[in-house]
């Protein structure tokens, strides 16, 4: 706060520069929209590995009901506990695009692969017609 009244209080001149060196210094560099379908791509790949396996979401979260895994599922029931655990954030938007995505993915598959022996799946690259064709969820 006090480097904003700092810009303030200085030069008028200045000030516009100084915003933009400020804004600049504290952005947030998020993920891309490359890597949003990537982690809904991925989502959806995990959701066929467990169901293929058989592991409904009973088998791996709630014993009582037989519940089918869907792209939105490994989003809310998988993926965004590890990322709440490893990074303190509670959206996949506000992930860091370089390392934050794949080091939670990395941990997601690891206990797929450790508890539920789901064979790994590679985080999803562009495949030509993929990103034409998917649509960007948050």
């Known amino acids: 706060m006090q480097e ?3 810009i303030l209080n200085g030069p008028p ?3 516009r520069k100084r915003l933009r060196e400020y804004i600049d210094k504290n952005k947030k560099v998020g993920r891309t929209s490359q890597q949003n379908r990537g ?3 991925g989502f959806e790949l995990i959701a ?3 169901t293929d396996a058989g592991l409904d979401m009973r088998a791996v979260l ?3 009901v037989q519940i089918p895994w869907t792209t939105e599922s490994v989003k809310e029931y998988i993926f965004k506990p590890v990322m709440k ?3 303190s954030k509670d959206s996949t938007k506000e992930l860091e695009k370089s390392g934050e995505i794949e080091q939670v993915w990395e941990t997601v598959m690891r206990f ?3 508890e539920h022996h789901i064979e790994y799946i590679s985080f999803p690259s562009y495949e030509p017609g ?3 064709t998917a649509p960007i969820k948050s």
């Open 4 to 6: 904003l009244e700092d």
């Open 13 to 15: 001149f200045q000030v």
């Open 39 to 41: 982690l809904h791509k």
């Open 48 to 50: 066929s590995a467990l």
């Open 62 to 64: 709630k014993p009582e």
């Open 85 to 87: 655990a490893m990074t």
């Open 112 to 114: 797929l692969m450790e």
């Open 130 to 132: 993929y990103a034409e």
